[in-house]
């Protein structure tokens, strides 16, 4: 069970996220015991032709509790999302509105998603990779902690078909520019018409902080 699960994360690799655990609630363990096991994909590396046949498969790390996972999942019935998340009280919201809503095309993984995405997800297998508003780790020493730096976007760059698309958005202006650097073709763009306001979104507009979405399209 999730509630007992340990994160699978590789010893020396720069992580993206703060190991927190969170305080998980009662209510939240329901979700995590009865609804987790619905959504939860098998351990890697994955085969999308044998797991889903001919849909697409769109993958999104640090899904948070999942707002714009089921914006998306919502919009795009026949695309499957995979959402990563190491935060179990989020992964825990998700699954809850996952089955509530009945989304069946939503999957997901409690794992480091670039370890996921490095060492389960074939090459030339993704429609897309969504990130919205990752960490920004804005002091410069943690800098480096960055999910849009060059060796995971390069990464991430194999793992799409010809033609995918990296989308993801920030309110961290400097953040922005620097996604706009190491993401090949990147381009400030609109809002996805699916994506919802998110709870750090709204933290960022709070602090009168400006949105930019940014779409690299390969
Ligand atoms: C600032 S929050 C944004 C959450 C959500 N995308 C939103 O828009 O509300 C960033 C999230 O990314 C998660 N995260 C960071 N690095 C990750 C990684 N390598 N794998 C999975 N989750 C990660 C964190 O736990 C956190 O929940």
């Not at 998340?85 to 409690?110: F, Q, W």
């Not at 381009?187 to 960022?204: A, Q, V």
Request: charged fraction near 30%; hydrophobic fraction near 40%; proline fraction near 5%.
């Amino acid at each position: 069970m999730l509630e007992n699960a340990r994160l699978r994360v590789e010893p020396g690799v720069i992580r993206t996220f703060h190991a927190r655990r969170g305080r998980v609630t009662k209510n939240q363990i329901f979700a995590l015991e009865n609804y987790f096991s619905e959504f939860e994909l098998p351990e890697g590396p994955w085969d999308f032709k044998e797991l889903f046949g001919d849909k697409k498969v769109v993958f999104e790390i640090g899904c948070g509790s999942g707002e714009s996972t089921v914006g998306f999942a919502k919009a795009n019935p026949e695309t499957i999302i995979i959402a990563i998340e190491v935060h179990r009280p989020s992964i825990s919201h998700l699954v809850e509105t996952a089955h509530k809503e009945d989304l069946t095309n939503i999957k997901v993984a409690y794992s480091d998603g670039v370890q996921v995405l490095r060492d389960w997800v074939q090459d030339k297998s993704l429609t897309a990779i969504f990130a919205f508003f990752p960490d920004p780790w804005p002091k410069k020493r943690h800098n480096k902690r960055r999910l849009f730096r060059t060796e995971i976007v390069e990464m991430m760059q194999k793992k799409l078909k010809d033609g995918g698309e990296i989308i993801t958005a920030t309110d961290w202006a400097e953040y922005g520019q620097q996604m706009l650097e190491v993401l090949p073709n990147s381009k400030l763009s609109i809002r996805p018409t699916w994506r919802p306001t998110t709870k750090y979104e709204r933290k960022g507009l709070a602090a009168n902080r400006e949105i930019m979405e940014i779409q690299a399209k390969l």
